[in-house]
């Protein structure tokens, strides 16, 4: 068989559907990205936005806002409505800042007047002396 005769082995002819290919020569290939150039480009621009770093972070911007509004929104509930104990109020409002941390209201005196303790206050004999 040559060339010119293409017979498969089923003996039918085959066609040649080269004629049908729009990129089989360069000059095809570059007339039809031309054609088609103007009708993709909005789209190719949305994408070259999108994908950046820009558009990344503008699409979880609405997500992000939602959620700190619900949380904002549900903790500002939380606080009008949690009633406060009045014992637990008047006793908090004695704290200093060095107690409110855990620090002895003894120790807390000595560190807020930047003065420091006696012997017999460091033993814990000050009591015993009086």
Known sequence: MTNENKVDEQGSARFDLGALDPFAGEERLQH?????????????????????????LLRWTRGI???????????????????????????????TLTESVGVPSEWA????????????????????MQ
């Open 65 to 95: 806002i939602a959620a700190s509004v619900s949380v904002a929104v549900a903790a500002s509930i939380a606080l009008i409505f949690a009633k406060a104990d009045p014992a637990t109020q008047a006793e908090a409002a004695h704290h």
């Open 32 to 56: 039809f990205v031309e054609r088609l150039r103007p009708h993709i480009a909005d789209e190719l621009v949305r994408r070259r936005r999108e994908f950046g770093l820009e558009g990344i």
């Open 109 to 128: 005196v000595w560190i807020e007047s930047d003065t420091p303790p006696s012997t017999t206050a460091l033993l814990g004999l000050e009591g015993e």
